[in-house]
């Protein structure tokens, strides 16, 4: 529903917490004229420019408004209807001139193309004369579209549908198809989403047609894979390391959280890693970033290992290396089995890569096991580069079985290639040119001979 990114300009500074909230967001390394984040370096999404659009202040705001904890009247919105018309305001610019409704004689001439219920033009000139570069995307934008408004099932609860334990291991699960087929009653968990209470709520207020019923049920799994994408990759790092959740309890960082993951976080979001792991030692998700979403998971790491057979979801607001200052290295916080990022986006511009800098070399010269995600391959070929040029130990690469299928558009230039959430993937352990990846010589904290890592 939402549309999504990650890497604003506040995170690219440095300074203290108050830094960040008091920094206008509206410009900064990637901006473009209509405030969206350019697509050549990164996916733009909750931007600034839609909390504006919104009367909101902050991310916090908006999950309050979209979750009943704060009317929704507090930010002059007093009806579905009027929500869901708000959120397509902001896409609302003509995708040939670039002109704003505030810039044309009569703000109500945008009108959006029918085929794909996506773009808007101000004109039937610009529309004719986009329509050679429009019609390549036409169709993968009315997907893109159609789960901007399904999204926001998630908000109400409704996706993703209560999940089945695995029944096959992980490499033997090559992607999203054997997913579902693992599912026992899909049809049923997928009936009961399609005549909810939330689901005609939506239509009789989204101001668009409503699909039919296979375009729905596609519309719902690609929404699924995107909530799951990020438990089913964390276990993919789990395997391809080669560590257990059988054999001791397991301790993952999120690290560069933001609004992203923890926009709509609840407790149980990462429950699919006992989906995965049945019956495992307990597993603990700590989410560390600056961005991160004040709600149910802000709450402190555990000290001691949580219950077996539980997935503890917690978050942090703040750089990951002073989390592991002060957290970890203090013993406030356990040690990880397993760092992940998810769209780092390091490789974008300068300014990133130096806020990103003091992490990585932490992850490097503490010979944690890491997996990052990104957009696409090319994303995937700029990362390892800097990554080699880091001397980081490269353990694997490639394309993610469990990237979303959720298209993202370029919302400030939609007439692009969508890409898909978790699309690729690289993992890395240690400093390159030692054999098993190890730097810190005499860490009583190093893991075991048995435990190196793996692409498979």
Known sequence: MAPRKKNTPAQ???GSKNDFTETPVVKGPNMDSLGFLAMDSNVPGLSQV???????KSYDEYRSALEGKKPSAEFGIRSYSEMFQKMEDTFKFCVECKKLPESLPNPKSLRRCKRCQNVY???SECQRANWPIHKKFCKKLKLAALDRLMEWLTFTGDIPFPSTSWTKRIPEVGGWEDWF???EDLDEKLYAILTGRYMNILWANAGKPKPDHA???DSIKRVTTDFVSRPATISLGLHAFQIDPYAKPIVVHVVGASHVETLNARVTDYDELSRVFPKHQGIEVVMVGIDVVDGPIMRPPLVAFGPRERVYLSSYQGLYHDFWESQVETRLANRPDLVVGFHPGFHACPDLMESWLPTLLLLRDYNVPSLFTVYSEQELKDSLKI?????????????NPFASLKPEQAYSNPNKPPVYCNSHYFMFRGLSGSPDGRELEGDEEEQEEGEKPSAN
Request: charged share 15%; glycine share 6%.
């Open 121 to 123: 033009y101000c004109s």
């Open 387 to 399: 990554s080699m040029e880091l001397e980081m130990r490269i353990t694997g690469c490639g394309a």
């Open 181 to 183: 087929s693992m599912q």
């Open 215 to 217: 375009e729905l049920v």
């Open 12 to 14: 690219v500074q440095s």
């Open 50 to 56: 839609i909390l504006q659009k919104l009367n909101m």
